[in-house]
């Protein structure tokens, strides 16, 4: 396993579309595995997308289950992700490890439906909220050569509002 | 101190100040960093972070012919900081109520006690001259508990002032 060196802006390479994957062999686990350990060194981001180390491939890893009170699958790694629904919408903050230093407001649909292949290539369907959700569509845009920056709104406008689950068992 | 300066402009707002402005300032040889541009009451105003080879009172007088040309004046200040300085808010406070004088100060006073660090406020004034209502957003970084913040403002409410406080946070993807 190795920790791989993350692309940041301006660097070209991050604007490139990425390829479908093809081949579910080891040498894809092991880039995994590397993409996972890349994204668990860095500052606490929930996702990576493969063309963030450069490889430009269909491969996203996001995990939310960190963050306290929040809807998540766990650990995924989603292969050939494509989103197929999408309901709502909602303005979230959001940074990126491949632009440092910077935040800024996206609008992000707030529940998705998204089929993808796990990393044997098995099918699989999500249907997500929230963070989580939130979380896939910056990933995936990474493998479409966009970056959170070229869908920032506004700075100044509204934070993303997180749910809070009060003990009196009303929700906020 | 560092190579900094802040530099402050107000004036009437019209079209085509911030190209005029930042014109001359590239032609003073000056880089510019951070920068909020609002209007506030109709005014143009904007406070920029600027770093040039010549000390202040050269780039004074190198905006001075576009200063004058728009009506705008111009405050500049040496500068502490820099860039890369950002704090990450965690706490979102929306304040709301029937204007009157004061409203501000004793929502972040109260702040202020908990320890909370105010990133960014903006507000406005809402409904029409004969009954105005004062709205306010801020957002801030502060360690204490949502519960905690909440206990603290709870009395405003009796005042009648409307208080909600919100964790916010970032996705880092």
């Known amino acids: 396993m190795a920790i791989r060196d993350i ?71 989603l292969v050939n992700p494509e989103i197929f629904h999408w309901e709502g919408f909602e303005m979230g903050r959001e940074g990126c490890l491949s632009v440092p230093d910077y935040t800024g407001n996206v609008i992000r649909a707030t529940r998705l439906r998204l089929k993808a292949q796990d990393p044997t290539g098995a099918p699989r369907e999500y ?46 | 101190m560092s190579d900094w300066s802040m530099l402050t402009l107000v004036g009437q707002d019209r079209p085509g100040i911030v190209a005029r402005v930042t014109r001359a300032l590239y032609l003073a040889g000056c880089t510019l960093g951070e920068a909020s541009m609002l209007r506030l009451g109709g005014s143009f105003t904007i406070l920029l972070m600027v770093k040039g080879s010549q000390p202040c009172e050269g780039l004074e007088s190198a905006l001075a012919p576009v200063a004058t040309e728009l009506g705008l004046r111009v405050h500049l200040d040496p500068l502490e900081g820099g860039l890369h300085r950002h704090l990450i808010p965690n706490f979102q406070v929306r304040v709301s109520g ?22 960014e406020l903006e507000s406005d004034v809402a409904g029409d001259e004969s009954r105005p209502v004062y ?32 964790p916010v946070d970032v996705l880092i993807g």
């Open chain 2, 135 to 166: 709205i306010m957003n801020i957002q801030g970084y502060c360690e204490r508990a949502l519960e905690d913040l909440e206990r603290a403002l709870a009395p405003l409410g009796e005042r009648a002032i409307a208080v909600d406080v919100a």
């Open chain 1, 127 to 172: 249907e997500m909220e929230g963070f989580e959700a939130r979380a896939v569509q910056h990933e995936l845009d990474h493998l479409d050569g966009l970056l959170f920056v070229d869908r920032v709104v506004s700075r100044r406008t509204d934070l993303y509002r997180r749910k809070v689950y009060r003990k009196s068992g009303s929700s906020d």
């Open chain 1, 7 to 77: 692309l940041t802006l301006p660097d070209e390479r991050l604007k490139i579309p990425s390829e479908p994957v093809e081949r579910f062999d080891r040498e894809l686990t092991e880039f995994v595995a590397d993409l996972e350990e890349t994204r668990l060194a860095g500052p606490a981001a929930v996702g990576i997308a493969a063309p963030q180390v450069g490889r430009h491939q269909r491969i996203v890893i996001v995990d939310v289950s960190g963050r306290p009170k929040t809807a998540s699958h766990g650990h995924l790694v």
């Open chain 2, 98 to 119: 029937a204007d009157r004088p004061g409203i501000v100060a004793d929502v972040t006073e109260v702040l202020a006690e908990q320890g909370f660090n105010i990133l």
